[in-house]
């Protein structure tokens, strides 16, 4: 009855982000720790729009790119935790609405690559690489290892925006 607990947890999850919304749009207060808690608390609201990669970048022209990407990038990952318990919880629901013997197939052969891809690119479907990698039992370890280091190149790359300007980004990789 692992999938109920899971269940729960989201959804009790879902509610501490709703009730204490205000406070998470003051953690810029708390330095990295609060880059990290705010892209946590982004990342696991699978349905509130909480902006954390407006934090890493307004926090990359604050403080050091590369650790606020960072904290960023690992706050982003542990948050998707609660996508994939979705899925792992709600796996029978997943399988019964969904054709996924595709998605199986994908998974079991390229997992680890799609979720990487998936977690680099700026996008709000995430969640549902997630939630099908718990619905098909991808190991949660496995899919930490292969988001984080999407997310945190995504963060980085933030972070150095809001350091730099865009501008200047652009300027360095020759597009401006």
């Not at 959804?11 to 708390?30: D, G, S």
């Not at 699978?46 to 790119?65: E, S």
């Not at 948050?79 to 899925?87: D, M, Q, R, V």
Request: aromatic residues 12%.
């Amino acid at each position: 009855h692992l999938r109920y607990g899971a269940l729960i947890g989201v959804a009790l999850i879902l509610l501490a982000l709703f009730l204490l919304r205000e406070q998470i749009q003051n953690l810029n207060e708390l330095g990295y720790l609060g880059v990290f808690l705010a892209n946590l608390a982004g990342s696991a609201s699978i349905v509130l729009p909480i902006p954390g990669l407006a934090v890493v970048g307004l926090a990359g022209g604050l403080w050091n790119p590369i650790i606020v990407g960072l904290a960023g990038g690992l706050g982003m990952t542990l948050g998707e935790s609660t996508g994939y318990a979705l899925g792992y919880g709600g796996q029978g629901l997943v399988n019964q609405r969904l054709n996924l013997r595709f998605v199986e197939r994908w998974m079991r052969r390229a997992g680890g690559p799609i979720i990487f891809v998936g977690s680099l690119i700026p996008n709000p479907f995430f969640d549902i690489i997630g939630v099908i990698a718990g619905s098909q039992r991808y190991p949660l370890h496995l899919f930490l290892l292969w988001a984080f280091p999407g997310k945190a190149i995504k963060a980085i790359g933030v972070a150095f925006v809001g350091a730099f300007g865009l501008e200047q980004v652009l300027r360095f990789f020759g597009l401006a």
